[in-house]
């Protein structure tokens, strides 16, 4: 297993919870006062570096409920 850099892990961590929220990113870095520039750039490194990323969410389409 890889040992990850204390920059790393904050990153991938925000990764994963936007994922966990199923936000896009640019949704999840405005909430959480994150530079959205910053965690692409992290999102890249960390896949050049071959970290597992989480799947994305596509920011076109969103899940909703029909309540008749």
Do not use: I, T
């Amino acid at each position: 297993m890889m040992q990850l850099s204390s920059s790393q892990a904050f990153w991938l961590g925000h990764l994963y919870q936007a994922s966990e929220q199923r936000v896009s990113l640019p949704c999840y870095a405005e909430q959480q006062g994150l530079n959205l520039a910053e965690l692409l750039l992290w999102r890249r490194r960390l896949r050049v570096a071959g970290v597992a990323l989480p799947k994305r969410v596509s920011a076109l389409f969103a899940s909703v409920e029909v309540v008749a």
